[in-house]
Structure formats: structure tokens, C-alpha cells
């Protein structure tokens, strides 16, 4: 059974920092990406950032190059956002999902309940 598990949202000011981890279990072996989704009120869920367990490599949206940063412990199959200089256009609900890949169409496996990043000014 998969399990992800995340934790690290909250509330900051516009310019700070904020780390999010999901914790995933019970991931078979094709399962090699782990994104970073959100959803701002009244908006489409959007990709933020995407890894592989296997070698690390990164997929970054736009919006957020030069400020997150993804990485992950495969050892304790644990993924991090950390998110600096947040804006608050950064608000919303982050899910961290599960999937077998990081391109664009890749079926996912699962994903988290989800974490509030509230950014205020």
C-alpha cells in the first residue's frame, strides 16, 4: 500500500522560506518520480517541480526556477521542496505525488493529502 505523507506547509511573509518532505512507502521499483504539485483557490492544479529516485534529475516550472529547489534521500524515500523568497502568488494547497516518470503525460501512482503554503504580504 502507498503512503505519502507530507508536512512543512504554513503561513510566511512574501521573501521567506518554507521546506515541504513527503514521505513515501510501499513504492514499487517503476515508480521513479516524485512531483510537487499545487492549487491556488480557484485554479487548476499546476506542476511545480519533479525528481527521480533513480538519478536525481530535475524538472522545474517556470514560476518557480531560482527559487525551489527539489531533492530527495532516497534512503529515507523522502522528497524536500525547499522554497525561497516566497510570492504570494506561491499560495496554495502542495501535493506531492507519485509517478513513473517526470515528462509531461506521465501516469501517476498516487498522491498526498496535500499542505497549506499561505504567502501574505
Known amino acids: 500500500q502507498v503512503q505519502l505523507v507530507e508536512s512543512g506547509g504554513g503561513s510566511v511573509q512574501a521573501g521567506g522560506s518554507l521546506r515541504l518532505s513527503c514521505a513515501a512507502s510501499?513504492?514499487?521499483?517503476?515508480?521513479?518520480?516524485m512531483g510537487w504539485f499545487r492549487q491556488a483557490p480557484g485554479k487548476e492544479r499546476e506542476g511545480v517541480s519533479c525528481?527521480?529516485?533513480?538519478?536525481?534529475?530535475?524538472v522545474n516550472a517556470d514560476s518557480v526556477k531560482g527559487r525551489f529547489t527539489i531533492s530527495r534521500d532516497n534512503a529515507k524515500r523522502t522528497v524536500y521542496l525547499q522554497m525561497n523568497n516566497l510570492k504570494i502568488e506561491d499560495t496554495g494547497v502542495y501535493y506531492c505525488?507519485?509517478?513513473?516518470?517526470?515528462?509531461?503525460?506521465?501516469?501517476?501512482?498516487?498522491w498526498g493529502q496535500g499542505t497549506q503554503v499561505t504567502v501574505s504580504s
Open positions: 510501499g513504492l514499487t521499483f517503476d515508480v521513479d518520480a
Open positions: 505525488a507519485a509517478r513513473y516518470a517526470c515528462y509531461k503525460g506521465s501516469a501517476f501512482n498516487s
Open positions: 525528481i527521480t529516485w533513480s538519478v536525481g534529475s530535475t
